[in-house]
């Protein structure tokens, strides 16, 4: 799955226009690698997403096409 898209549907980030954004704007890396939004995420990789002076770090641990908005918390591990 596109980054962009795992940051949307996990709900990271609210928009996936936003989230191309942070992307585009370097502020996403994954594994510690600055990252695109059209990058594959899989299970096991740790993405990084600066907002200003917060940072999130969290583990993938599904990568699903649909989720309910109760079944996102389950998709990914706060680091």
Known sequence: ????????ISRLIKRRTLAN????????SVNDKVAKA???????????IRFGT???????????????K???AEMYEAL
């Not at 799955?1 to 949307?8: E, G, P």
């Open 1 to 8: 799955m596109r980054l962009d898209k795992y940051l949307k």
């Open 21 to 28: 954004e942070a992307c585009d704007g370097g502020r996403v």
């Open 38 to 48: 059209s990058q594959n995420v899989a299970v096991g990789d740790i993405i990084e």
């Open 54 to 68: 917060n940072t999130h770090k969290v583990r993938v641990l599904e990568v699903k096409e649909h989720v309910r």
């Open 70 to 72: 109760e079944e996102t």
